[in-house]
């Protein structure tokens, strides 16, 4: 079977992984990132900007010809939570199309829409439901086509995180929990309850501060989420951190956040 290449890309990085796909196994052959520059400091590269430096990279390897999934950030995502009428699992998926043309604003017929159940009552069911713009799916394809890639998929990151750690045996996900992941121009912040995301943002972090200054505009952002997600929990409260990392490189976040916020901190290294 071919092999399968996912990347994600922010405002100073893209991030690729290659992987060979063995039976329901996926295994990771090799993992980089390379450093996006764009024209002026004050401005983000452009997706011609993103593909030509990806493209060189990539080639340097001898990566072509792939299929690719691409990992976007909630911010590039329109999300809504839904209450549906008790149905059929047939009938969910034109049910949630028909009430996010109602919910989201900016949502066209050719949008595609995604989503999650989160909840089911006797009489109605919940689901997290997702829209993305058709010009993002656009410009995506085409960095994937000027890389000599064929888009697969897209992926939510943060769905993405939440996914590998339910094949982490060592971490409980079914604790209500709070997924920190940090990323080079900012962090995910991720909350889960019964092992499903409940809540989710993305922030941002203040540029080149020293580590303990970092920390500590991180744990503002955790208050304010862990308030924000647990109002949607339904009186559940968030038991643990997790954060996506290493003990040599996130020591000092883990022990501020365990200190500032009294709760179980844990580190979850994706490459273990």
Known sequence: MAKLIAI?????????????????????????????????????????????????????KGLSGLEAVVAVPRSNVELRTLSLPHAPPEEIPDMVRFQAKQAFTSIGEDWPVDFVQIDTHEESTSVLAAVISPKLIQQTRKVCEECGLTLKCLVLRPFAAVSLLHRFETIDVYRSSLIVDVLSDGVDLTAIS???????????????????????????????????????????RIEQ??????????????????????????????FN
Request: proline share 6%; glycine share 6%; aromatic share 4%.
């Open 8 to 60: 994600e890309w922010d405002s100073r990085e893209a991030r690729v992984a290659v992987a060979n796909p063995r039976g329901n196994d996926v295994i990771v052959e090799e993992a980089f990132a390379v450093p996006l520059v764009s024209p002026s400091n004050d401005e983000l590269p452009s997706p011609s900007q993103i593909a030509a430096q990806l493209k060189v990279a990539l080639a340097d």
């Open 194 to 236: 019964n092992g499903h995301v409940v809540f989710m943002r993305s922030v941002r972090l203040p540029a080149n501060a020293d580590p303990k200054a970092q920390a500590k505009a991180l744990v503002g952002e955790l208050r304010r989420t862990i308030g924000a997600a647990q109002n949607q929990m339904g009186g559940s």
């Open 241 to 270: 951190v997790i954060i996506c990392g290493t003990e040599s490189e996130d020591a000092l976040l883990q022990q501020s956040i365990a200190e500032a916020l009294s709760l179980d901190v844990v580190l979850f290294n994706p």
